[in-house]
């Protein structure tokens, strides 16, 4: 007879409610996941000002503009013809009516046609083309909400004149381009990932209502989230990656845990456990896991709070929010289903998947490679060591690259009106912006060093025409705007901005008594994120490593399991930048990938992926870490636990890599670069990890260790003791498989 001693750990309590109030725990679940979905479709999301002043310079200078302007969002309407040129008769006209129908919408004040005296400037060298200007009248980041009947109206003008290309880009016109091109982006990978995530889950479970719950549970946990979201986003702003977040880690990791949960179960009712017994084993021993991997993932997205960058702090919340909504479902509403269910959840079995599956042995597959790692530690420990050392070792190249227009998608029609804008004016779409405070802009001084500003920028070649300067009704401040070579994020557009802010601004406008003078704009605002991002990247690496290591050390009182999980991590984590490196600044694969640029690495991303892997890769270990310890205590010998602990759960652990990496993958075929980017270096690193990582370095290791893996000094005794885990008699001979 099988023995089961009271559980006394969290998890198994939970488990044991559950499983006794099933419909409790069941419509209680249902009932969260419903109003908090409705409440959050009621209050709506708010998302971050992406017109907020940042950080640095920039920053400071964006307040003074901001103060000293009402700054509404600025359109441009590009006017081209091949043949036709300004000045003929069918350009003028093209000209005309672009600006009638622009002027006659309510919402757009300021309309500056090139025809007008004055406005050369808007008119191209060749005079092919014209830029009509205007603006959006009220708030800037009101603008986007404004923008449809503005591009309504250049849409009739553009079949009106069918001879012309004429096409719109400006601050409103492109965050709403960019919001629909990330949304269509998020359903697509939605629509892909679920009947990919589903195929796997038959595939390892053998039945649909095996593979049916763990996917429900996550999509009801990731619908939930969303809620969530937007009702946080009334105190933090939600960026616009937040959502793909919420789908992303979501459906990953509720899957995972529901899939290590259910497995274990089915494991223990194959070695003849009663249904309610399986049941406890498995809220005790995976169940625990998930709830120590969980708090892992938790507690370094926390971390991201530290670099006190908006866009990092709403991922961090979105990312903790549905982690443990996933959390609180797997050790609630699972172990509820399967008390209810019993084993009707081998029902809808699919006969050639239902024999694939093995709930009660050890994989063959894997058997053999652990067999042999343990046979020759030294051996596959110095060679699994090698091969991560030298995917990480391209990582020292990383560089940073804001992600700008000349990498988004192609097919967004306003970005094809903006390569055709910077083409024909070059810089104008994202010029840089000098801006001068003084007591008044006006005297002969001010404007004397503006203009020496002007004529040294325009000669030192980085700086081209019509640089423009607006002064405020106070005569406080003054704009100037310069367009600069480059794209607005490229090496070039570094450079002139790096001649603007260290030599041209401080030795005209900046030299002068009593004014503040600074260079703001798109170049601007992004070196001086990424400075900050740079500054408070140690604090945020140190936060995520105590704390995991202190986890660890919690939860399997091991000195040695604690710093070897950090040190895995650290290599799983430096092996995916090396990929990311590779695919995305050295081009391997970019043409497969639809990469078009690889300038380098967005700077959110290396940050991001550090967090979330870390917390991710903690799953897997957490579940194999605690199958051996579990194994090692009920009397076997060390090499035994191992190799045990390492066959039993690779097969649950390869399939749980499986969902993730073909659910990250997914997310590095869609069109933006952050999804790109996110995507391989997350299904690369999880990759790695549930085959390089844990099932060759990991039972090496531990093998070499022998003993000392559960080392713990004497001054660390007081560490508090696991709650009791199962007694559990050893399984009633399990076939091979």
């Given at each position: 007879m099988h023995r089961t001693d009271t559980h006394t750990n969290l998890a198994a309590r939970m488990g044991r409610w559950s499983a006794s109030h099933w419909k409790a725990a069941t419509f209680g679940w249902l009932f969260f996941v419903l109003v908090a979905f409705m409440l959050g479709g009621l209050v709506g999301t708010t998302t971050i000002d992406q017109n907020a002043s940042g950080p640095g310079e920039s920053g400071r200078m964006n307040e003074?503009?901001?103060?000293?302007?009402?700054?509404?969002?600025?359109?441009?309407?590009?006017?081209?013809?091949?043949?036709?040129?300004?000045?003929?008769?069918?350009?003028?006209?093209?000209?005309?009516?672009?600006?009638?129908?622009?002027?006659?919408?309510?919402?757009?004040?300021?309309?500056?046609?090139?025809?007008?005296?004055?406005?050369?400037?808007?008119?191209?060298?060749?005079?092919?083309?014209?830029?009509?200007?205007f603006e959006i009248r009220g708030e800037k980041d009101e603008a986007a909400d404004k923008i449809a009947p503005v591009l309504a109206a250049v849409a009739a003008a553009q079949r009106a004149h069918p001879g012309f290309t004429i096409g719109e880009f400006g601050d409103a016109s492109a965050e709403r381009a960019v919001v629909e091109s990330y949304d269509e982006d998020l359903g697509k990978a939605g629509m892909l990932s679920l009947p990919v995530t589903l195929i796997?889950?038959?595939?390892?479970?053998?039945?649909?209502?095996?593979?049916?719950?763990?996917?429900?549970?996550?999509?009801?946990?990731?619908?939930?989230?969303?809620?969530?979201?937007?009702?946080?986003?009334?105190?933090?702003?939600?960026?616009?990656?937040?959502?793909?977040?919420?789908?992303?880690?979501?459906?990953?990791v509720g899957v995972d845990y529901s899939m290590f949960y259910l497995k274990r179960e089915r494991q223990e009712r194959a070695a003849g456990r009663s249904p309610r017994a399986a049941l406890e084993v498995a809220a005790a021993t995976s169940g625990h896991s998930v709830l120590i991997s969980g708090l892992t993932v938790i507690v370094a997205m926390a971390g991201m709070f530290l670099t006190g960058d908006a866009i990092f702090a709403s991922l961090a919340l979105a990312t903790i929010l549905v982690v443990a909504v996933a959390v609180l479902g797997s050790l609630t509403v699972l172990p509820a289903l399967l008390s209810r269910l019993g084993d009707k959840v081998e029902r809808g079995r699919i006969p050639f998947f239902s024999r694939l599956r093995r709930d009660e042995g050890e994989g063959r597959f894997w058997g053999a490679i652990v067999d042999r790692v343990l046979r020759r530690p030294v051996l596959w420990a110095a060679v699994s060591g090698g091969v991560l050392l030298l995917l990480a070792a391209p990582a020292l190249q990383l560089q940073l690259a804001a992600q700008g227009p000349e990498s988004f998608p192609r097919d967004i029609e306003v970005i094809d009106t903006y390569d055709r804008m910077q083409a024909a004016f070059p810089g104008s779409a994202l010029p840089a912006n000098v801006v001068v405070e003084a007591p008044s802009v006006r005297t002969p001084a001010v404007q004397d060093a503006i203009s020496e500003l002007k004529q040294r920028a325009l000669a030192s070649g980085q700086a081209f025409e019509p640089i423009t300067v607006a002064v405020n009704e106070a005569g406080t401040v003054a704009n100037i705007t310069v367009p600069i070579a480059g794209n607005g994020t490229d090496a070039a557009s570094n450079t002139s901005f790096r001649l603007l802010r260290q030599e041209l601004v401080p030795e005209t406008v900046g030299a002068l008594p009593n004014t503040q003078a600074g260079v703001t704009g798109t170049t601007a605002s992004w070196r001086d994120q990424a400075d900050e991002l740079r500054s408070n990247l140690l604090p945020v690496v140190a936060f995520v490593l105590v704390f995991a290591f202190a986890l660890m050390l919690v939860a399997f009182r091991s000195l040695v399991i604690a710093a070897k999980a950090?040190?895995?991590?650290?290599?799983?984590?430096?092996?995916?930048?090396?990929?990311?490196?590779?695919?995305?600044?050295?081009?391997?694969?970019?043409?497969?990938?639809?990469?078009?640029?690889?300038?380098?690495?967005?700077?959110?991303?290396?940050?991001?992926?550090?967090?979330?892997?870390?917390?991710?890769?903690?799953?897997?270990?957490?579940?194999?870490?605690?199958?051996?310890?579990?194994?090692?205590?009920?009397?076997?010998?060390?090499?035994?636990?191992?190799?045990?602990?390492?066959?039993?759960?690779?097969?649950?652990?390869?399939?749980?890599?499986?969902?993730?990496?073909?659910?990250?993958?997914?997310?590095?075929?869609?069109?933006?670069?952050?999804?790109?980017?996110?995507?391989?270096?997350?299904?690369?690193?999880?990759?790695?990890?549930?085959?390089?990582?844990?099932?060759?370095?990991?039972?090496?290791?531990?093998?070499?260790?022998?003993?000392?893996?559960?080392?713990?000094?004497?001054?660390?005794?007081?560490?508090?003791?696991?709650?009791?885990?199962?007694?559990i008699a050893p399984d009633p001979s399990p076939a091979s498989a």
């Open positions: 003074i503009l901001d103060a000293g302007f009402k700054q509404p969002a600025a359109e441009n309407v590009l006017i081209q013809s091949r043949s036709a040129r300004v000045g003929s008769a069918a350009f003028d006209a093209a000209i005309a009516d672009v600006a009638a129908r622009v002027a006659a919408i309510a919402d757009v004040q300021d309309v500056r046609s090139p025809l007008a005296p004055g406005n050369a400037g808007q008119i191209s060298k060749n005079r092919h083309a014209a830029l009509v200007q796997v889950l038959v595939l390892t479970f053998g039945s649909l209502v095996a593979a049916g719950i763990p996917l429900l549970l996550a999509l009801t946990a990731v619908f939930a989230t969303f809620g969530l979201v937007a009702l946080s986003s009334l105190v933090l702003p939600v960026a616009l990656q937040a959502p793909a977040m919420v789908l992303l880690i979501g459906l990953a950090i040190v895995l991590n650290l290599l799983s984590v430096a092996a995916a930048y090396g990929v990311l490196v590779l695919v995305f600044q050295h081009g391997v694969g970019k043409d497969l990938l639809g990469v078009t640029s690889v300038d380098g690495i967005d700077a959110v991303v290396p940050l991001l992926l550090f967090v979330i892997l870390f917390g991710l890769s903690m799953d897997y270990h957490v579940f194999i870490i605690s199958r051996i310890r579990e194994t090692f205590e009920r009397g076997k010998s060390m090499d035994e636990a191992v190799s045990h602990g390492i066959k039993s759960t690779a097969g649950i652990v390869t399939s749980a890599a499986i969902v993730m990496v073909f659910v990250f993958a997914i997310f590095g075929t869609l069109s933006w670069p952050f999804f790109k980017q996110f995507g391989v270096g997350l299904s690369a690193a999880i990759l790695i990890d549930a085959t390089i990582v844990r099932a060759v370095l990991l039972p090496a290791s531990m093998k070499l260790l022998g003993d000392w893996n559960w080392y713990l000094p004497s001054w660390l005794q007081w560490l508090p003791q696991r709650g009791r885990a199962t007694e």
